[in-house]
């Protein structure tokens, strides 16, 4: 292949002799053009592959850089809100004055779930995951608002613009608290409605958190590092989740069971529990004294580095330096545990040698994360259901873009590595070959009495 000057590729098949124009557009071409030549491009795991295009957020992984509709990712992180920063990315302006307060006022009148919703959470196991649990009820969502189902009112709903948003509305108005009254279940306490009066962050933390006080009111600071944790995890390219969110959308089924799908993915532990693991770690080191140690084992391939690189980033996590300042003011108030002063060593040492230099070691936002978690009290299994509740936003931005998509079903190719064309034979006599060798004959199993 080679660039010619008229913005293209021109690429010449040494099989045949033949040659193709691949027109360049936005840094990248149209592998479509490649059928032409009887091939399919293949990019195991994504690695360099757009599948849309999208105007949400933009990372710039070599200088570090993350934005949201052209806004640095700091910018909004010191000035904005996050149901302020959810209105931007899934609408793609700052809202007025008039816009945020009618946008607030949206969300919050949808923040109370039915009450079958709530026998619905009661009926898990007493230590039922709450992502588990979370994933499940948005899901179940679906049922509860058929007016909103493709499957029963057709595709054409979602042309409708009121609509699209007020099912936007619902999902972020109801996912903390459906996330609060896993919570409640988990620890075995009664559910505690909506607080409206409340910001965002307070609200969910107030739901969260109150036991019988009349006047509960989360501590503003917690509520402000929350919410700018949540600013921080709203949107971040198509990342594994927002992708199942896309290609969801891409099938014209609704909101609700689209962010059951994107959830799910969020729940794997590569992707949404990437936090707790950092931690984990952090605990097992356990003292700073054991720092050269680990460092050691990790240059040795024994161990791995948790909360440092990233499959974007060449260089330290824009979000990761905002959280580290924001971790301070947590700490200020919740205390400080010795699991932050071995956080902070790792990471001088990190950053100063050498093999972690050159492989673009940095800390990522996953570093100080879990540690800010784990000192506002939350269990560890708790992580993902934050992570998700912010990534809503996020979520929700990509399924609207979605719509106004025009591109057909998402339908990845593959390359066939398995067997020639086969015939059946009958083997059912011969044990060698048969594939119920060793398993016994209906007729011998004895009755089951589960």
């Not at 010449?12 to 091939?39: C, H, M, Q, W, Y």
């Amino acid at each position: 292949m080679s660039v010619t000057a008229g913005r293209c590729l021109k690429v010449t098949d040494n099989r045949s002799g033949e040659t193709t124009f691949v027109p360049v557009k936005d840094d990248t071409i149209d592998t479509t053009a490649f059928a032409k030549l009887g091939l399919t491009a293949y990019d195991h795991g994504y690695m360099n592959t757009a599948v849309c295009r999208s105007a949400i957020s933009y990372i710039d992984g070599d200088k570090g850089i993350l934005r949201y509709r052209g806004y640095d990712i700091e910018e909004l992180a010191e000035k904005s809100t996050f149901l302020e920063v959810a209105y931007l990315l899934i609408f793609g302006e700052l809202p007025s004055g008039d816009q945020l307060e009618k946008w607030t006022t949206r969300v919050q009148r949808h923040t109370f779930i039915h009450e079958n919703m709530i026998d619905y959470l009661k009926s898990f196991r007493y230590d039922a995951h709450p992502m588990g649990m979370l994933v499940s009820a948005i899901a179940a969502m679906s049922t509860f608002h058929p007016e909103a189902s493709t499957a029963l009112c057709g595709e054409d709903i979602y042309e409708n613009e009121s609509m699209v948003n007020k099912q936007i509305f619902r999902c972020l108005g109801k996912l903390p608290t459906l996330a609060a009254c896993a919570y409640r279940h988990r620890i075995g306490r009664s559910y505690n409605t909506p607080s409206n009066e409340l910001e965002y962050t307070e609200n969910f933390l107030y739901m969260l958190d109150r036991l019988s006080e009349t006047n509960y009111t989360p501590h503003p600071q917690l509520a402000h590092a929350l919410d700018v944790i949540f600013i921080l995890h709203a949107d971040h390219e198509l990342n594994c989740s927002t992708a199942a969110m896309r290609q969801m959308a891409s099938t014209g089924t609704d909101p609700f069971v689209c962010l059951a799908g994107a959830s799910s993915a969020l729940y794997g532990p590569s992707h949404g529990g990437a936090n707790e693991a950092a931690l984990r770690m952090l605990e097992e080191i356990g003292s700073i004294e054991k720092i050269p140690a680990f460092i050691e084992e990790v240059k040795a391939k024994k161990r791995r580095l948790m909360g440092f690189g990233h499959r974007v980033y060449k260089s330290y996590d824009p979000r990761a330096k905002i959280l580290k300042k924001i971790s301070s003011q947590v700490f200020d108030i919740m205390g400080r545990s010795d699991l932050v002063n071995v956080a902070l060593e790792l990471e001088r040492i990190a950053l100063s040698d050498e093999y972690f230099i050159k492989r673009n070691l940095y800390p990522n936002v996953d570093f100080y994360s879990g540690l800010i978690y784990k000192a506002m009290g939350f269990p560890t299994d708790f992580f993902p259901v934050l992570f998700c509740i912010a990534r809503t936003a996020g979520w929700l931005a990509h399924w609207r873009e979605q719509l106004h998509d025009r591109v057909p079903i998402f339908r990845p190719q593959q390359v066939d590595i398995g067997q020639e064309k086969r015939h059946y034979k009958e083997r059912l006599g011969d044990s060698a070959a048969s594939i119920l060798n060793g398993i016994h004959s209906r007729k011998n199993i004895p009755p089951s009495h589960n």
